[in-house]
């Protein structure tokens, strides 16, 4: 059995093929998304989380929203670009979405990748520390979100407040129990999958990654993974680790299907660059009828050495056709390769 979700990227734009293009219409599509998918079977509603762009940049709005029409979809993102958070507010913003949801956020975060505008978190008013890369101000600001999900009071209380405090130092409120166990790191490298698993944050491997040995992205990524795991289980945390990896699949099963995506039928890996020194690896989408696509991703290492598989979805296509993707995949594909 494998877990199986979709991730949105909550695209939008005044496009005449496209079922979003306002803000809005990608914002309560999403929620509809969520709730069909719940419907259909669907384990997991994720989102991604750009800033300066027209997607979706402020999650726990909508994560709200999904968690009060739902009862049982995991509702999670990724990633949340940690440069751009003030980590005790965004304690605050994830508990109040937890316990809408009953307890089902799956809070994907990562240093983030590149943005659409030069340090675009100097706009929200963060600035690196002496010495410190962007990278590190991601990971230092990560840890401080863990450490204050913990419920643990830090803060010392006023002695004339407003109303009457409990006694002892004070936590963030509302404080989500057991949310710290269920947040997830994005890495683009194998050092920080070991970061994360020492961390005891589960991990989230996209359709990139740092291309660290010249192999196939699937064997790249399926050594990160192996890696992470081996460094969950030295950390000893006593708890199992979750591994989610992204990927564009699309069963072929009727006329439309194929014309949207029959010309990814021949797609490979690619490597190119996304930031100044650091090549990448991006993995190949898969397109097929349903009897060569389990072939396809029968080979494909990662997705069998992950328990969660996040399918990604064209959103800008509407809510219909995005449950016919995900629907064929669930009827035609998970059953041949043993996800259901």
Not at 160 to 167: D, L, Q, V
Not at 188 to 203: D, F, K, P, R, Y
Not at 246 to 262: C, E, H, K, P
Request: aromatic share 10%; charged share 25%; glycine share 10%.
């Amino acid at each position: 059995m494998k877990k199986i979700g979709f991730l949105s990227f909550g695209h939008w734009a005044n496009h005449p093929s496209y079922q979003t293009r306002t803000a809005s219409d990608t914002l309560l599509q999403s929620i509809d998304l969520a709730v069909a998918a719940e419907e259909l079977g669907i384990d997991g509603a994720y989102f991604r989380v750009h800033h300066f762009a027209q997607q979706l940049a402020s999650p726990f709005p909508l994560l709200s929203a999904i968690g009060a029409k739902t009862r049982r979809i995991e509702i999670g993102t990724g990633v949340i670009d940690m440069r751009y958070e003030n980590p005790l507010y965004m304690v605050e913003d994830a508990g109040a979405a937890d316990l809408i949801s009953g307890g089902r956020l799956q809070l994907g975060i990562s240093r983030g990748s590149p943005e659409q505008v030069i340090d675009g978190w100097r706009y929200f008013d963060q600035e690196l520390g002496d010495g410190e890369t962007d990278a590190e101000m991601g990971r230092r600001k990560a840890q401080l979100f863990l450490e204050k999900l913990n419920g643990v009071g830090f803060a010392e209380p006023n002695p004339y407040p407003m109303f009457p405090n409990p006694p002892g130092l004070l936590r963030l409120e509302p404080y989500a129990a057991g949310l710290r166990e269920r947040i997830w790191w994005g890495a683009a490298s194998n050092a920080t999958a070991v970061w994360a698993a020492e961390q005891g944050m589960h991990l989230q491997s996209s359709t990139l990654k740092y291309d660290e040995t010249g192999k196939p992205f699937h064997i790249q990524q399926a050594e990160q993974i192996r890696l992470y795991k081996q460094a969950w289980k030295d950390a000893g945390h006593g708890r199992e680790p979750r591994v989610s990896v992204s990927r564009s699949i699309f069963a072929l099963v009727n006329d439309q299907d194929r014309y949207y995506f029959g010309q990814q039928a021949e797609s490979v890996d690619k490597v190119g660059t996304i930031e100044a020194g650091k090549q990448a690896i991006f993995g190949k989408s898969y397109a097929a009828e349903p009897d060569k696509l389990i072939k396809e991703l029968a080979e494909d290492e990662a997705i069998r050495e992950a328990d969660t598989l996040l399918l990604t979805i064209p959103n800008t296509l509407g809510v219909d056709y995005n449950m016919h993707i995900l629907s064929a995949i669930l009827e035609h594909v998970a059953p041949g390769l043993g996800w259901r």
